[in-house]
């Protein structure tokens, strides 16, 4: 079945800095994959959409690449600042309407 | 912006009893979706349904069944809660599309004592 692994350790980096999240995923490409951020005791906030056809997305600081060969996507923040310290979650869509969640990455961005 | 609403915040119940989570979307979204998160598993799907009535079973749907007779609510219940289903749960909606984002709701953190 589909799986998808993001790194379990946090992140840390200083502000300023460009943050890169990982999220790797096995078996078929997804049409498409989303990416979202929680923050502690809320619900997930969606963020960027990427489909299979393309290779790089933006929106404001952030940067989402999506790579089917090595069945990869890479999140990037640019200019990281204290808050974008969260955790930040990859999904992928299975068929139909199920979309699989990986654990995700927490990010702390240090001033 | 849509507003996903969940009942409770925080719940503390008894092994055995049975548990009702309220679930409520302003956008006419006609999917809704129920899961549970737990540390280092990520969000797992229980129950989804994308109509009125409607309801497909997710990836761990064993102890829990839903309810959706409105379209803006959908409902989970626990028919005898467990101790192992001490979680937070998590309410989302979406458009019809499946390549429309999923909105969430703050979750309900259950505790089964």
């Known amino acids: 079945s589909q799986k998808i692994e993001q790194n379990s350790e946090a992140l840390n980096i200083q502000e300023g800095k460009t943050a890169t999240l990982t999220c790797n995923y096995t078996n078929y490409s997804p049409a498409y994959l989303q990416w979202y951020r929680q923050d502690p005791g809320r619900g997930p906030v969606f963020l960027l959409l990427i489909r299979e056809n393309e290779k790089e997305k933006r929106k404001e600081r952030l940067k989402v690449t999506f790579d089917t060969t090595l069945k990869q996507s890479l999140f990037h923040i640019t200019a990281s600042q204290p808050a974008d310290s969260a955790t930040y979650l990859c999904a992928l869509n299975t068929g139909g309407f199920k979309t699989i969640f990986g654990a995700g990455t927490r990010l702390f961005v240090k001033a | 912006d849509v507003k996903v609403t969940q009942s409770s915040r925080y719940l503390v119940k008894r092994t055995g009893e049975k548990v009702f989570l309220e679930c409520v979307q302003d956008m006419d979204h006609e999917n809704m979706f129920w899961y549970r998160q737990d540390p280092g598993l990520g969000l797992r799907l229980i129950y989804f349904s994308y109509d009125v009535k409607m309801k497909e079973k997710g990836d761990i749907p064993e102890g829990y069944s839903v309810s959706r007779e409105k379209k803006e609510r959908f409902s989970l219940i626990l028919e005898s809660a467990s101790t192992n289903q001490t979680s937070m749960y998590l309410c989302?909606?979406?458009?019809?599309?499946?390549?429309?984002?999923?909105?969430f709701g703050d979750g309900t953190r259950l505790s089964i004592l």
């Open positions: 989302a909606s979406s458009d019809r599309l499946s390549n429309q984002p999923q909105h």
